[in-house]
């Protein structure tokens, strides 16, 4: 069965807030309020894998504020134990200021590679039913979050990338099988796209396809798409796509999956409570999170790689997304999976804006709303990078019902106001 879920970390690097349930041996759970919750035959659970991450974790909040049970599996390995209570903390929050009651939540503390115990879990959650010999689930769905995502180290280490996002994925998705869950929700990224992008500028999702398509460009002019994408620069890239390329298969060869893979581009922010931020283990690599170490007195100074590309202020330009707006994408995927509104049983969206900033427009955001001055230092451009990355987000408006509806000034109002709150660092505040 799971392992324990050991409590917050008095050492890490957001204090441990004054709200927690305890552990068992198993999983941990809770209604965030003491009415009581459905029978546990009749309650039905999405399965968060990774939801204790950047995107997991506002996504299983987002989850949670839609009126859906989760059931998280995280093993901490680029996570912390208090990001489980900080999320039931921002659930708590929303339901006392619009009413109504939360749902419920449980975590186990495991590896979704770790077949023996995913097997318990899946059976923990299985009700007796004469037409399926492991039971029936309530589970309804999965959102897959679980990858290693770090483009720099996949370049070092691309066998630990392909071991656990490609074979990973591959095991998780015939153990669902076996247990009849076939709604799926990837977390997938515009790594895909590959070197695409200094063709474009704009990616639509026919740049990358997994069966041929014709779609009509900007001019009306209609194109084929040809299946493949070429240019894919890194390993953790090529672990999408041929992620995608693996459920677009599993898809074809079984009608009763309803499966879609979606591909955000940059986001950054955080939940407007301050309560939730993004908070990996390691050594980030991401612009925002070097910003926010740069603000926190962690680094000197902030690296900007490349000044000469051919945009108004030389620096690179990429679709920045609130990090909420991505969650509440897939929620809307989940939602159009369900419901069955889902243009055949395969279907890849971008999550984005649809415009860019520049790296030095995102580095002067914030230095508005903080009121900090952000060292740099101009340093070359790094092998793989491109000039400008944009999605083109229709095909989610139309079809999900999603836009994004927050602005890069939000992102970093919302940031600064989370380090505001979790002011245990160097931050110099006065």
Same mark, same amino acid.
């Given at each position: 069965?799971?392992?324990?879920?050991?409590?917050?970390?008095? #050492?890490?690097?957001?204090?441990?807030?004054?709200?927690? *349930?305890?552990?068992?041996?198993?999983?941990?759970?809770?209604?965030?309020?003491?009415?009581?919750?459905?029978?546990?035959?009749?309650?039905?659970?999405?399965?968060?894998?990774?939801?204790?991450?950047?995107?997991?974790?506002?996504?299983?909040?987002?989850?949670?504020?839609?009126?859906?049970?989760?059931?998280?599996?995280?093993?901490?390995?680029?996570?912390?134990?208090? *990001?489980?209570?900080?999320?039931?903390?921002? %659930?708590?929050?929303?339901?006392?200021?619009?009413?109504?009651?939360?749902?419920?939540?449980?975590?186990?503390?495991?590896?979704?590679?770790?077949?023996?115990?995913?097997?318990?879990?899946?059976?923990?959650?299985?009700?007796?039913?004469?037409?399926?010999?492991?039971?029936?689930?309530?589970?309804?769905?999965?959102?897959?979050? %679980?990858?290693?995502?770090?483009?720099?180290?996949?370049?070092? /280490?691309?066998?630990?990338?392909? @071991?656990? /996002?490609?074979?990973?994925?591959?095991?998780?998705?015939?153990?669902?099988? +076996?247990?009849?869950?076939?709604?799926?929700?990837?977390?997938? #990224?515009?790594?895909?796209?590959?070197?695409?992008?200094?063709?474009?500028?704009?990616?639509?999702?026919?740049?990358?396809?997994?069966?041929? +398509?014709?779609? &009509? =460009?900007?001019?009306?002019?209609?194109?084929?798409?040809?299946?493949?994408?070429?240019?894919?620069?890194?390993?953790?890239?090529?672990?999408?796509?041929?992620?995608?390329?693996?459920?677009? $298969?599993?898809? %074809?060869?079984?009608?009763?999956?309803?499966?879609?893979?979606?591909?955000?581009?940059?986001?950054?922010?955080? =939940?407007?409570?301050?309560?939730?931020?993004?908070?990996?283990?390691?050594?980030? #690599?991401?612009?925002?999170?070097?910003?926010?170490?740069?603000?926190?007195? @962690?680094?000197?100074?902030?690296?900007?790689?490349?000044? $000469?590309?051919?945009?108004?202020?030389?620096?690179?330009? &990429? $679709?920045?997304?609130?990090?909420?707006?991505?969650?509440?994408?897939?929620?809307?995927?989940?939602?159009?999976? @369900?419901?069955?509104?889902?243009?055949?049983?395969?279907?890849?969206? /971008?999550?984005?804006?649809?415009?860019?900033?520049?790296?030095?427009?995102?580095?002067?955001?914030?230095?508005?709303?903080?009121? &900090?001055?952000?060292?740099?230092?101009?340093?070359? &451009?790094?092998?793989?990078?491109?000039?400008?990355?944009?999605?083109?987000?229709?095909?989610?408006?139309?079809?999900?019902?999603?836009?994004?509806?927050?602005?890069?000034?939000?992102?970093?109002?919302?940031?600064?106001?989370?380090?505001?709150?979790?002011?245990?660092?160097?931050?110099?505040?006065?």
């Amino acid at each position: 069965m799971p392992s324990f879920c050991p409590p917050s970390e008095s #050492s890490s690097p957001v204090p441990t807030p004054l709200f927690s *349930v305890p552990s068992t041996p198993e999983t941990e759970r809770d209604d965030c309020f003491d009415e009581p919750s459905l029978a546990a035959e009749e309650a039905q659970f999405v399965l968060v894998t990774g939801g204790l991450g950047y995107i997991g974790s506002h996504t299983t909040l987002e989850l949670l504020k839609a009126g859906h049970n989760v059931l998280v599996v995280d093993d901490l390995s680029n996570s912390f134990r208090h *990001v489980f209570d900080r999320i039931l903390m921002a %659930a708590q929050l929303h339901f006392e200021r619009v009413g109504g009651r939360c749902p419920r939540v449980e975590l186990a503390c495991i590896n979704f590679r770790d077949g023996a115990a995913m097997a318990a879990l899946l059976a923990a959650h299985a009700v007796p039913s004469l037409d399926h010999p492991l039971g029936r689930s309530n589970i309804t769905g999965v959102i897959h979050f %679980a990858a290693f995502k770090e483009v720099h180290d996949s370049l070092r /280490n691309p066998l630990k990338y392909y @071991q656990n /996002n490609i074979t990973g994925l591959v095991d998780l998705l015939g153990l669902l099988d +076996e247990h009849g869950i076939k709604t799926f929700i990837f977390s997938s #990224s515009a790594n895909v796209y590959g070197t695409l992008a200094r063709d474009y500028g704009t990616l639509r999702e026919e740049h990358c396809v997994h069966q041929p +398509e014709t779609y &009509r =460009d900007a001019n009306g002019h209609e194109v084929v798409a040809a299946q493949g994408c070429t240019g894919i620069t890194n390993p953790y890239g090529r672990t999408k796509f041929f992620g995608e390329a693996i459920l677009a $298969d599993v898809a %074809a060869s079984d009608p009763a999956w309803t499966i879609i893979g979606l591909r955000y581009f940059n986001p950054v922010g955080c =939940d407007p409570s301050g309560l939730l931020g993004e908070d990996p283990r390691g050594t980030p #690599s991401n612009l925002v999170p070097v910003v926010v170490q740069v603000l926190t007195g @962690q680094l000197a100074e902030l690296s900007v790689y490349g000044s $000469d590309w051919d945009t108004p202020d030389g620096t690179a330009i &990429r $679709d920045f997304i609130h990090v909420s707006d991505v969650a509440r994408g897939h929620t809307a995927a989940l939602a159009a999976a @369900q419901e069955q509104r889902v243009r055949g049983n395969f279907r890849a969206f /971008n999550l984005g804006t649809g415009s860019g900033h520049s790296v030095a427009q995102v580095v002067a955001a914030m230095e508005g709303v903080s009121q &900090r001055l952000i060292p740099r230092r101009l340093a070359d &451009r790094r092998p793989g990078d491109v000039e400008s990355c944009v999605a083109m987000a229709d095909r989610a408006a139309v079809e999900l019902g999603w836009r994004a509806e927050k602005t890069l000034q939000d992102a970093c109002q919302d940031l600064w106001h989370h380090l505001h709150l979790n002011d245990t660092t160097e931050l110099c505040l006065s």
